[in-house]
């Protein structure tokens, strides 16, 4: 897809609380490459929605209205960071990306991200990203099986739902064995179901993914892990005399 001089495509997929947008970030850092996290585009249009009244269960469970999600799209941008990362999400010029982190977008965003009309809105925008120059990670659920099957690199990242919610609970500051720490858990083992389970662009490794599993890694081990694998990558498209 590319040639290594000018950086690789990879695809960074895996559950809620994988640390993709964390790990993903920093790599990115490292390497000198773009960085993109997706999940941000679901989360700010569960957020307007939710904001807006617009009914996520729909009519007799039916789901939201397509329509109506897909017109949310419009009003939400991805916005680089000092280093030119897109890891920060506004909504009318006003930056929400601490807002689409609360309870109620992580509760309410896999009815939303499970509908068709919706990610077929968001794909395009998610591929425009990829192809500008320069290598990138771009984090998801579906980059390496939908957003951009031929990526040079496709990382699964991966830990077990316990392993993420106390992590989680850390970021929050919640005590895991707590009532909310509990339902911390509860609501990821919900959500990796929900988007495990769903029709169009189902969370689930590419075949051709490599895997890289965190439990009990720190953080920097899971970051070099990453950076192994893409320099790995970009060695080999090198000897290879690039892709493209
Ligand atoms: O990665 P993050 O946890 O922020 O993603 C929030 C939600 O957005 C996921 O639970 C999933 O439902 C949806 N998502 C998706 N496809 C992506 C990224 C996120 O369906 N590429």
């Known amino acids: ?16 609380s994988s640390g993709k947008s964390s790990v993903g970030a920093a790599a990115a850092l490292r390497l000198g490459y773009r960085f993109c996290d997706t999940g941000l585009l679901y989360r700010a249009v569960t957020w307007l929605a939710l904001g807006r009244g617009i009914r996520l269960d729909g009519h007799e469970g039916a789901g939201p209205d397509p329509a109506r999600l897909v017109a949310l799209v419009a009003e939400i941008e991805l916005v680089p960071d000092s280093d030119g990362r897109l890891a920060h999400v506004s909504v009318d010029g006003v930056d929400v990306t601490d807002a689409v982190h609360g309870p109620a977008v992580d509760e309410a965003v896999s009815a939303v991200s499970r509908v068709p009309e919706l990610r077929t809105a968001l794909l395009e925008r998610q591929r425009a990203i990829a192809a500008e120059p320069g290598g990138i990670v771009m984090a998801g659920r579906d980059i390496g099986t939908v957003v951009l099957p031929d990526a040079d690199l496709k990382i699964f990242l ?19 064995d707590s009532q909310e720490g509990r339902y ?21 490794p590419a075949a051709d993914a490599v895997h890289v599993v965190t439990d009990g890694n720190t953080f920097d081990q899971t970051v070099d892990a990453v950076v192994g694998a893409i320099r790995h990558a970009e060695a080999g498209v090198a000897a290879s005399g690039g892709a493209g």
């Open 158 to 176: 991966d830990a077990s739902v316990e392993e993420r919610a106390r992590r989680r609970a850390e970021e929050r500051a919640v005590d895991p």
């Open 184 to 204: 911390i858990l509860a609501q990821l083992r919900r959500r990796d179901d929900l988007d495990s389970n769903r029709a169009v662009a189902p969370l689930r």
């Open 1 to 16: 897809m590319t040639s290594a001089a000018s950086g690789l495509v990879v695809a960074l997929d895996g559950p809620g």
